[in-house]
Nanobody
């Protein structure tokens, strides 16, 4: 079992920045990719960003490319999502997820464990 806990969400004005963190604990001895997804009220969950185990390969949704940056610190079992130039449409619950097998990291079905999520609200 792996436990994931997100932090760093909050309320920010449009154009502002937030940094989300996801801490992993439990059986983290195997290598795993990490992803961030978000879900706004009344909408389906959507992919935001992902990073492979080494951190050398990252993936982004077109809607956040150039504004968000995903990174990881394997020594601390943490993943971060730096969000800049935030827009009201970025408002959602952001969840991190861990994938222990290779696959399309854009798909939520690839991920084995999920965090509870953290709310991000961007005001106009």
């Amino acid at each position: 079992q792996v436990q994931l806990v997100e932090s760093g969400g909050g309320l920010v004005q449009a154009g502002g920045s937030l940094r989300l963190s996801c801490a992993a604990s439990g059986r983290t001895s195997r290598s795993y990719a990490m992803g961030w997804f978000r879900q706004a009220p009344g909408k389906e969950r959507e992919f935001v960003a992902a990073i492979n185990w080494s951190g050398g390969t990252t993936f982004y949704a077109d809607s956040v490319k150039g504004r968000f940056t995903i990174s990881r610190d394997n020594a601390k079992n943490t993943v971060h999502l730096e969000m800049n130039s935030l827009k009201p449409e970025d408002t959602a619950v952001y969840s991190c997820a861990a994938a222990f097998d290779r696959g399309s990291y854009y798909r939520s079905s690839v991920y084995d464990y999920w965090g509870q999520g953290t709310q991000v609200t961007v005001s106009s």
